[in-house]
């Protein structure tokens, strides 16, 4: 099984792919999503293109994404949510079963820990993937962290 998972953002979104069975798990690809337009709807149609590319090349079964639960500042959830949307929406265009998780719930999952720091999930990524060097940047380590708990979700 393949899975994707998605840290969605603004202007960059991570994402992570990883091949799983109940035995072994392992890295595909990872990355940014970048666009850097000043007009939302042109970022909103880049993204759009970009995720239906990554989803064209690696195929994936099943597509984790971050769930927003709280944010500070509601200037910058209101631009994720709607980021978020448009991420939503490509993923159901491609017929992907969607998860969704808290960072507590993919930090849970990951370390067995739900306040473990961005250095322990980092680690916990790496080995349960076999990754040897640290993976960058860190929105890409959290899409894989997502992936990680999508396979999970699916082969418990």
């Known amino acids: ?13 991570g994402y992570g792919i990883i091949q799983s069975d109940r035995n072994k798990m392992f890295c595909i690809a990872y990355g940014i999503l970048a666009t850097s337009s000043k007009d939302k709807l042109v970022n909103f149609k880049e993204a759009e293109k970009q995720l239906s590319a990554i989803i064209k090349k ?3 079964d099943v597509a984790g994404i971050e769930k927003l639960f709280f944010f500070k500042n509601q200037k910058t959830i209101m631009a994720v949510s709607e980021m978020r949307g448009v991420i939503m929406l ?9 998860h969704e998780f808290t960072p ?3 930090k849970q999952n990951i ?3 739900g306040r473990a720091d961005k250095n ?6 790496q080995m349960l993937l076999g990754v040897k060097e640290p ?3 860190d929105d890409a380590v959290d899409a894989l962290a997502i992936a ?3 396979a999970h979700n699916i082969l418990s």
Request: charged share 15%; hydrophobic share 40%; proline share 9%.
């Open 135 to 137: 993976i960058k940047p």
């Open 58 to 60: 690696y195929k994936p």
């Open 104 to 106: 507590l719930q993919v």
């Open 120 to 125: 322990q999930v980092q680690r916990m990524v």
């Open 90 to 98: 490509t993923l159901a265009k491609h017929n992907l079963p969607i």
């Open 1 to 13: 099984m393949i899975a994707i998972g998605i840290d969605p953002g603004t202007t960059r979104i």
């Open 111 to 113: 370390s067995a820990y």
């Open 148 to 150: 990680i708990c999508s």
